[in-house]
């Protein structure tokens, strides 16, 4: 593997496209790591120590805060993948389904407005699927013992060996999310032998928000370090919004593909048939979602189970089927017809995120019967999917209390054969909406340590509103650290490296590299400007918290420094009798444990 | 039990004293539940749902939430305990020690402006303390079999008996920090067998703050729940600081004599004595301090045991004891006098919290050497204070990755005797400076499922400044989270109660009644106004987040009311058969999923 970096730290990029006052410092530049081939370039963030060191962190921002790339969100981003699909010969371009008035919910015109610009970027494109009607997934090649570009791409992201991720992927313990019509991504693994991955949800609705505001959202969320985004939009405009989400997306795109089909029906759920549906799925994957949530489990057996809970069924799409279940009295047409929607996806190697639609929504409702029985058919279309090739994801929960968290991920584990576990949250109380992004990143930062592979994040506007742009923030952040924690607790090689790098910088009163090292380097800046904001206070030998004489942080520093006990290799006896000696000549020396500030 | 509420929701009073704008709703009322004597009268939150039932909740905010108190700032609280303490008769009011210039960090006067306003709310007052210096605590009290109206007063909080609580302080598994000179606090229970509790730390620093801030502080933080405060000012004044503080605190007030005794020298750790020390605590046992951290368990002999860690000592107190260890090159003056340091605080009733001045400062260092060394000497001072009759809780970490918080509060609990631990965070890493409330958070949850049982909170300024108004009620509220995430999981009872409160009126669309019963109702309430911002809203049967067609509760709802299978004591099967009923009159019916939005 090769160095490439795109700049010095002097040079450094916006923090994001367009609409920010233009560049400013980050604390951070790009960089890329080469593959085993040419244009196999693996973005990172440097973060340029005041020594002269870089420490490399994990990077979804894509091209945006690379310097040397012109982004235009017109045109969208380059198409990455275009080639290594290409190359494997087994899709082929084909004329697409076409363009419907209701693919953007214009079905019924009445009272609605004109539809925002265009097809999409540089118009309409040809799709591309398997050529004979076999899978081209990852999971396909990799039980083939093939590892993909794409593979060997997320392997360097990991710092693993592409065999790892190629195992893991063929052992159905991971996914890839690559839609053979996303090429615009940047491969990326989920799996809990990888470190944690965090999905920010994004979408319009009915009641507000635009094109452009979601696209805005799905930038500015992966530059907080969204691994993937799901668009949820389900007003009008969800194809158009949806094809900007995706040409511009460094990251897989997940989508509920069951809320434009209801959109199609006029929201009318009883009028769903799995034509409506499997059409919008076809649709949806010539886009190039990466990955679909489909609520197939929610079987009409499982209905009853949910009737006396607390809070009923919760999650959209599990209302959806169980209102068509009992419309009908049958059973569900994603159970009965999954089979043919495995063969959908696995001809544009969409991943299964199979939906926990009877997810607790209190944490009364946590673990009971309707939960684990629906776990239960979630395992057995895991197997399907399987068999037909298809990479699969199961979701998990919702709220759970702290102490039913393990069960959940063990039964799931278990259940699923170790397939990855995407869970929301879980909240772990009730009681505090405007703080659920707290509530649940309690249960996500367990449950993640506990085997959970992606979790999806909660933003402080859960159960009230929808999330804008601070909100998107606070969500992605409060899930990092989440995501960390557990990657922390895991072991895995690498996390360590970074809260060393960060607590090494702290102890030697190095702020700006402290800043820059931090997961929000402008909240930590801002926040120490606010009491101490002269510039060189980011230089001074105390800390903003205590002033000159109480910094704990020096006096501890003051000790090691004047008693030499720090030095490596030295044992504890010698330490002990270096300080001593250096206690004479402490006492010697007038007994100053402060140094002068001005030092 | 008799109930005795102050006053009808149309009248609530303001949350808090002075300065925000006069009385304005704020969603509960203040109640008071009566013991057994009709002067033990127990503070509790009544939030009116709009079906006229009440949900009572625990409530720390004092007389300052009674609109039938009038409170004034300088004239302090009512002493609540004033009579019982009395009654006692083991306790005499005597001259006290006399106040010097040096208390409020006077002693070189040079740069230095004149300190804030005079000795305190109506001026000098008469101390109290043990008649004949046998201990007059709340322990020596229970071991004799003796329940006091504090702990009557503590029991009716936590709904248990008083049996309960004299049982738990007895045994040392439990403290009720109330020192016989502070009079207005209402008395609470610190135990892992009770509800979590939650301190906040206030102070004023040598670089930023002023004694009126401080005050507003510490009702502020109450206001929002914190169960005590610890008052860790640095700065000049600090006597005069505690001393208002300490008049109007309807909490149990911590400190850290030693910060005030390093004051005192001019800063100079190496000038520290015993008499200096013991001054110091004397100060502040007679200005009515409830509870003293102590690093009594700094040894010389383990400070070389931090040398060659990441962070070193990052404690203030620990590296101000590890400082005077090494200066003098002798065994810490707190270990040396403990006896007698316990004697003084056994005549006042003051709490020890013997503090970990070795804590890990970064995850690199948590659980190692000198951290458990420190540990098991602060098992050897809990027996000797217990001995000495002296109530004592255990400070704990500080920075822990996740996999090795239990570790830390099994040992804790083994070594210690069960006596209640009291821990700050833990950090679960140490990349996200800003965002440490929740990075602790998270740790905070954890270990008080397993045992901790008081929280001491983390602002968002954490290791980068001072925190103001908003950041200690982001601290609060995110360590009431903590907390009470701990109480559900350890199926405290009551715990569960409130979280169904608020998912049965989220279940059924009682807004008011969800932003009420919220732990933040203002938050709440602003959130949703931001996406919904119009009055019918409130009272519409869907969700901000999803707009009318979408909302899964309401879908759900509908299925619970049309399909009648919610009721009690229905089986499955009547439920099935019922559903079946239900679904051809639903087909019947024209097949309408969604209510209109007017009904």
Tied chains: 1, 2.
Excluded at 68 to 84: A, E, F, M, N, Y
Excluded at 275 to 292: K, L
Aim: include cysteine; charged fraction near 25%.
């Amino acid at each position: 593997m090769t160095v490439d970096d795109a700049r010095t730290p002097a040079q450094e990029p916006s923090t994001r496209p367009g609409g920010d006052g233009g560049p400013r410092p980050i604390g951070w530049h790009k960089g890329y790591l080469t593959g085993s081939r040419p244009d196999l370039r693996v973005p990172v963030r440097r973060v340029r120590l005041t020594d002269g060191r870089d420490v490399t962190l994990y990077d979804t921002s894509g091209p945006y805060t690379d310097p040397t790339v012109t982004t235009d969100v017109r045109r969208g981003l380059p198409p990455l993948r275009q080639d290594w699909i290409t190359a494997r010969g087994d899709t082929e371009e084909y004329a697409g389904r076409p363009r419907r008035p209701e693919d953007d919910g214009l079905r019924t015109a009445a009272g609605r407005g004109p539809h925002l610009a265009g097809p999409g970027p540089e118009g309409p494109r040809r799709p591309r699927r398997s050529r004979d009607g076999s899978p081209v997934t990852q999971l396909t090649h990799a039980r083939r013992g093939e590892i993909t570009a794409e593979m060997e791409f997320a392997a360097v992201r990991e710092d693993v060996s592409p065999e790892t991720v190629r195992e893991e992927i063929a052992a159905g313990r991971a996914v890839l999310p690559a839609n053979v019509n996303h090429p615009e991504s940047e491969p990326m693994v989920i799996g809990k032998r990888f470190l944690v991955k965090v999905n920010a949800n994004i979408g319009n609705s009915a009641v507000t928000s635009s094109v452009e505001e979601e696209v805005e959202k799905m930038t500015w969320a992966t530059r907080w370090g969204a691994d993937t985004v799901m668009d949820l939009s389900t007003g009008r405009d969800v194809h158009t919004t949806r094809e900007w989400v995706l040409r511009n997306s460094p990251v897989p795109i997940g989508t509920v593909p069951l809320y434009q089909a209801l959109e199609k029906t006029g929201g009318r759920a009883e009028e769903l048939t799995w034509e409506i549906y499997r059409d919008t799925v076809i649709e949806q994957a010539e886009q190039g979602v990466d990955y679909m949530t489909v609520h197939a489990g929610v079987l009409l057996r499982h209905v009853p189970l949910t009737a006396r809970r607390k809070t009923g069924i919760v999650s959209r799409g599990g209302s959806i089927m169980a209102a068509w279940c009992l419309a009908h009295h049958q059973e569900s047409f994603l159970y009965e017809h999954f089979e043919e929607l495995c063969e959908i996806l696995a001809a544009y190697d969409v991943t299964f995120s199979l939906g926990d639609g009877l997810r607790p929504g209190s944490v009364a409702d946590a673990n009971d019967e309707a939960q684990f029985a629906e776990l239960r058919t979630l395992g057995e279309l895991n197997r399907v999917a399987k068999a037909h090739g298809v990479q699969t994801m199961i979701e998990g929960p919702g709220h759970v209390p702290m102490h039913k968290i393990k069960e959940n991920v063990d039964l799931q584990q278990e259940i699923c054969e170790d397939a990855p576990f995407y869970t929301l949250g879980p909240l772990t109380t009730d009681v505090a909406p405007g703080y659920d992004h707290i509530t649940s990143g309690i249960g996500a930062a367990m449950i993640a340590w506990w085997g959970t592979a992606m979790l999806c994040y909660v933003t402080p506007k859960e159960h009230l509103g929808l999330p804008d742009r601070d909100d998107v923030k606070t969500g992605v952040i409060t899930y990092k650290i989440a995501a960390h924690a557990a990657d922390l607790a895991k072991g895995h090689p690498g996390a360590q490296e970074w809260d060393d790098a960060l607590s090494d910088a702290r102890f030697e009163f190095r702020w700006e590299d402290q800043f820059n090292l931090a997961l929000d380097p402008d909240t930590a800046r801002a926040f120490h400007d606010e009491t101490l904001p002269a510039e060189p206070a980011k230089t001074a030998h105390f800390c903003s918290m205590c002033g000159p004489k109480f910094c704990s942080m020096k006096i501890s520093h003051d000790i090691t420094e004047r008693f030499g006990a720090g030095a490596e290799g030295t044992t504890a006896e010698e330490a002990a009798e270096g300080m001593l000696r250096k206690s004479r000549e402490f006492a010697a020396g007038g007994n100053r444990v402060y140094l002068p500030i001005a030092d």
